[in-house]
């Protein structure tokens, strides 16, 4: 895999409000500009400058996170419970 993201365990479980910094790591041979995006923003939102983003719960539900760079993607889950 040319890109991965690493996470002490997978899925991400958090209560609303928090929030939890993951960083994705590229192969060499990938170039480009890292994105980050959530399926669904009203539960967890992305904030992300490069290989490092920061996961804000925001609402109950289960959404995926994404990375996409040089056409390679990479993704977890994250689960919100109720506060």
């Given at each position: 895999m040319?890109?991965?993201?690493?996470?002490?365990?997978?899925?991400?479980?958090?209560q609303p409000k928090?929030?939890?910094?993951?960083?994705?790591?590229?192969?060499?041979s990938l170039s480009g500009e890292a994105v980050w995006s959530s399926s669904d923003v009203s539960i967890a939102s992305i904030e992300y400058q490069g290989l490092i983003a920061v996961v804000t719960a925001a609402s109950a539900g289960e959404c995926t996170v994404t990375v996409?760079?040089?056409?390679?993607?990479?993704e977890?889950?994250?689960?919100?419970?109720?506060?």
């Open positions: 040319k890109l991965k993201i690493t996470l002490m365990k997978s899925p991400i479980a958090c928090q929030k939890a910094t993951v960083k994705a790591i590229k192969d060499a996409s760079l040089g056409g390679e993607r990479s977890f889950v994250v689960v919100v419970g109720k506060e």
